[in-house]
Every structure is written in structure tokens, then in C-alpha cells.
């Protein structure tokens, strides 16, 4: 996938994000309101407790407690719903950093598999040209030295040029230029990404991985797989045994 439609599919999956962040916290700011609407009721209901406590009959006082209490629960009803709330826009913020996270891996992972080709091909080009020039020498046997030394300088031009090719230009990007994060030095980093831990993680069970823990969403799972896991790294050099 080239570096655009990465980058407009990740564009068209955030699209409603905004929308979605603006919506829960107008509801949070609605429930701050009711909050201190509800603890403004607590004050004045305790206060008329405390004025009216010695007049007010057993019954009384167990009915006006009896409010201050479920106002007390209603203060942290609409407490927990305000934690949901943020709960529900970290896990959507989260949602998207770790979906970024996975297309920027999978953009370096076939950004160096084109490099690679690259430089086979480049290679394949040397091998054939250098082909070329053992046979081009080889017809130009028995031509004076003069004329050799004329066109000389074209064959080695031939032999030591560069031909543009894909990997010129994608040499021009290295990728690490692609996970330019900003990451704590001291704090370890993990997954093909590259990243520091967030998230759901997995471990492979090679020991000898270079690697160990890997995000989920980088190596295309959503829930832990049964038995035994393998990184794709590890699963490659154990087909090459």
C-alpha cells in the first residue's frame, strides 16, 4: 500500500473522532453542572437538618437524612458517569494512536521489502552489464591501442554508472524517519513498531527472540491466542531451518 492511501485511510477512520470527542464532553460538562447543582441541595438540606434537629419528631429526621443520602448517591451516579465518559474518549484516542502505530509498521515493513528488491535488482543490472562488457571487450580483440583507449572511457562509464531505479529514490527516505516518535530514552522499547509498551500485549514463546513483546494490533490480533506464540520474525528463520 503506497505511503498516500495510508495515509487517507487513517485520515477517513478519524473523520468522525472529533465530533465523537465534542459529544462526551458537553455530556461531562452537563453532568459537572448537575453535580454541583445536586451538592448545593446537600448544603441546604443539612443545614436545615442541623437548625431543625431538636424540634423535628424520630420520623422526621430519618425522612431528612433519608434525602441528604440519596442526594449523596445522585453526587456519585453522575460521578461515575463522568468516569465512563473519560474512559470511553481515552479508549477511543487510544484506539486510533494504536491503529497509526500499526499502519506506520506495516509502511516500514514494505518500505524495506521495496528497498530490498531494490538492491537485487540494482544487482542483477551490475551482473548483466558487467556480462555486456566482457563480451563487447571481447569482439573489440586485436584493435590498436589508440582506438581501445577511445572508447574506453563510454565502457567504463557504462560499467560504473548508476541507472535510476526505484531504490535511488527510495533510499531518499530512511524508515526510521517513518516512527519519528517522541519516546522516553530511559523507557524500553518493544513490537516490530518499535514503541515503547501501551496497550494489549503479546510475548513470543522464542526465547532466543531479539524482540519478546509485541502490540496486538501490530501483528494483526485482537484477542491472545491459544498455546503457543510465534512473531512472524521468529516463524521466518524457523521455515529457513
Not at 462526551?24 to 434537629?53: C, P, Q, S
Not at 500499526?102 to 542483477?124: M, P, V, Y
Not at 556480462?131 to 571481447?138: A, F, L, P
Not at 560504473?160 to 516518535?181: F, I, W
Request: aromatic letters at 6%; proline letters at 4%; glycine letters at 4%.
Amino acid at each position: 500500500m503506497a505511503k498516500g492511501m495510508y495515509l487517507e485511510h487513517y485520515l477517513d477512520s478519524i473523520e468522525g473522532l472529533p465530533c465523537e470527542l465534542q459529544r462526551n464532553f458537553a455530556l461531562m460538562g452537563d453532568l459537572d453542572n448537575r453535580t454541583e447543582e445536586k451538592k448545593a441541595e446537600i448544603n441546604e438540606l443539612a443545614a436545615e437538618y442541623v437548625a431543625k434537629v431538636r424540634t423535628l419528631a424520630s420520623e422526621e429526621r430519618v425522612q431528612h437524612l433519608k434525602k441528604i443520602e440519596n442526594a449523596y448517591h445522585k453526587c456519585k451516579e453522575y460521578s461515575d458517569d463522568k468516569v465512563q465518559l473519560a474512559m470511553q474518549i481515552y479508549e477511543m484516542v487510544d484506539k486510533h494512536i494504536r491503529q497509526l502505530d500499526a499502519d506506520l509498521a506495516r509502511f516500514e515493513n514494505d518500505l524495506q521489502e521495496k528497498l530490498d528488491s531494490g538492491i537485487q535488482d540494482s544487482s542483477d543490472e551490475k551482473h548483466s552489464q558487467k556480462d555486456k562488457n566482457i563480451k563487447e571487450k571481447k569482439g573489440s580483440h586485436g584493435r590498436d591501442k589508440k582506438g581501445s583507449d577511445q572508447d574506453s572511457p563510454k565502457q567504463k562509464k557504462q560499467k560504473n554508472g548508476t541507472s535510476p531505479n526505484v531504490s535511488e529514490a527510495l533510499l531518499t527516505m530512511h524508515p526510521s524517519d517513518v516512527l519519528d516518535m517522541p519516546v522516553d530514552p530511559n523507557e524500553p522499547t518493544y513490537c516490530l513498531c518499535s514503541q515503547v509498551s501501551y496497550g494489549e500485549m503479546i510475548g513470543c514463546d522464542n526465547t532466543d527472540c531479539p524482540i519478546e513483546w509485541f502490540h496486538f494490533a501490530c501483528v494483526g490480533l485482537t484477542i491472545k491466542p491459544k498455546g503457543k506464540w510465534y512473531c512472524p520474525r521468529c516463524i521466518q528463520e524457523m521455515r529457513k531451518k
